[in-house]
């Protein structure tokens, strides 16, 4: 069994926001594997099917992003599963929109959703994959100076930005199929 979680936060009112494209990573990947996220179990939306032959449980907390961890902490004991059979996708204001990187480990680089998880789970040692939500700037596709990164993360993708988020749902799913069937290393050299 594999945990993928994906970090947002919970009610319509935040359902278009940057901060939420992990919850729109899972349920992308949810719709094209057939997994129904109709279950309600450990402070998360939840449902378990097959990736690639693999058994994986999809989760969205509805524990708001920056207590993620309460969730992640309860779903990994329900399943008892080690640290690296959990997957945690989530936004990245550092990366430019469309991006992603996946990690095998590390700090949660200010994202508090991340920083929620690695202090209930007591460890940094999870994959995570990112997913660049910076506006783009200039010709070169770097991201924009953000005056507020709140503003910013709980902002809405305008209608251009979405024509690259729709593309970045195929990705991610790639991505983590890969990871699924050829391991962590060969997903990282694929998709980074």
Do not use: W
């Amino acid at each position: 069994m594999n945990l993928i979680i994906g970090l947002g936060n919970p009610g319509k009112g935040y359902a278009g926001n940057r901060h939420n494209i992990g919850f729109r990573c899972i349920d992308f990947l949810a719709r094209r594997h057939g997994i129904s996220l109709r279950q309600r179990k450990a402070r998360s939306q939840l449902g378990v099917g097959m990736v690639q032959g693999t058994k994986v449980a999809l989760a969205k907390p509805q524990t708001f992003m920056n207590l993620s961890g309460e969730a992640a902490a309860a779903l990994k004991r329900r399943y008892r599963l080690r640290d690296e059979c959990l997957l945690v996708v989530h936004d990245d204001l550092d990366l430019p929109l469309g991006r992603i990187r996946i990690r095998e480990r590390g700090g949660a680089g200010g994202h508090r959703g991340v920083e929620s998880v690695i202090d209930r789970l007591g460890s940094q040692d999870f994959p995570r994959l990112r997913v660049g939500i910076a506006s783009l700037g200039g010709e070169d596709g770097s991201p924009r100076g953000e005056v507020d990164a709140v503003d910013h993360v709980l902002s809405d993708f305008t209608a251009e930005e979405m024509v690259t988020v729709r593309k970045v749902y195929a990705d991610v799913g790639a991505a983590i199929e890969c990871l699924l069937t050829d391991g962590i290393v060969a997903a990282m050299n694929k998709y980074n």
